[in-house]
């Protein structure tokens, strides 16, 4: 058995040194290695030597022999056969390309700028700011003081280390900080990732996207805010959708309201996705509480605004009907690549 490696080794050094000038020695090569009675037919013939245990192992090298001689007369074949080895070593030119899988961005990307492209068209600007926040950004400055229930809708991770620290439930404390910078007007957008302490399933996680909005100018109405959304909405969903507001309670706005949109999937006839009502919710907004205006340093006698809220995920949801929160985490790629094109 080790002899017949050693010879196997000597014959792949000699094809591997094997030259040929022209199509006849190429023949030749191809008579003394892969002829009928050629080198390779008769070291294949030495297998019944080989004990059963081996029989696998070798069966294996011998194939790879075969192959690396059938490839080196496929060279030689070529290289006699007028210089064009190249083009032949390549097989056909014509052929298409190997094609290479693009990436794309994750659905949640594509929303959240689809969200920002359209408020950016109403003069809104992007402001950023933490995610690691403290408690007057998140909740105080928001008109949520220590014990106020409306913390309980919000349940928050705090920092052990730090109690003033917490991850951010909403975007709203990017609107603080950008208010307290006293520049007016104001007419931004806010992106970014939220925390919730919740238990993750198909409806909840730990996390999640907002864009929440505000705007704060002289003479700002409750018509300002229900065009400016409803045009994200028509350009978001279509011209076909409809909307309607529901009075609701948040501490920084007052009044405040819940915008539904009808269904889009049913288109208000009732299905899975609008519980039957033929109505779902996409976001909250209000007019920002003058008491808001004054923790921030903003006049309220001459200033007014509006605010609004949505999640990413939900609107998502809503346009491509992703019937599970959980698959934006999970990393599929049989989902993310449904939503290449299209938006
Ligand atoms: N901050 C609210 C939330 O996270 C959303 C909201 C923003 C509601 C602005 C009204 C106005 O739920």
Known sequence: ????????????????????????????????????KGLVKSIMGEMKQVPGDRKKEFGQILNDFKQFAENKY?????????????????????????????????????????????????GFSVAEGPEIEDDWHN??????????????MQDTFYINQKP????????SSVQVREMEKGQLPIRIICPGRVYRNETISARAHCFFHQVEGLYIDENVSFADLKQTVYFFVQEMFGKEVRVRFRPSYFPFTEPSAEMDISCTICGGDGCQLCKHSGWVEILGCGMVHPQLLEN?????????????GMG???????????????MYSQNDVRFLKQFTAGI
């Open 1 to 36: 058995m080790e002899e017949l490696l050693q010879k196997i080794e000597l014959y792949k050094q000699e094809i591997e040194a094997y030259k040929a000038a022209d199509a006849e020695s190429a023949e030749e090569f191809r008579i003394k290695y892969l002829g009928t």
């Open 74 to 122: 496929e060279l030689l074949k070529t290289a006699s056969d007028g210089g064009t080895t190249e083009v032949k070593n390549l097989k056909d030119y014509s052929l298409p390309g190997d094609q290479l899988p693009l990436g794309s961005r994750h659905p949640l990307s594509l929303v959240r700028n689809r969200i920002v492209s359209i408020f950016q068209r109403l």
């Open 139 to 152: 909740f105080t400055a928001l008109n949520l003081p220590e014990n106020h229930p409306a913390r309980d």
């Open 164 to 171: 003033d620290w917490l991850l951010r439930t909403h975007t």
């Open 296 to 308: 921030c340093g903003i006049n309220s006698n001459k200033y007014t605004g509006f605010a609004f």
């Open 312 to 326: 990413v995920e939900r609107i998502t949801q809503i346009k491509y009907n992703v019937n599970d929160l959980r």
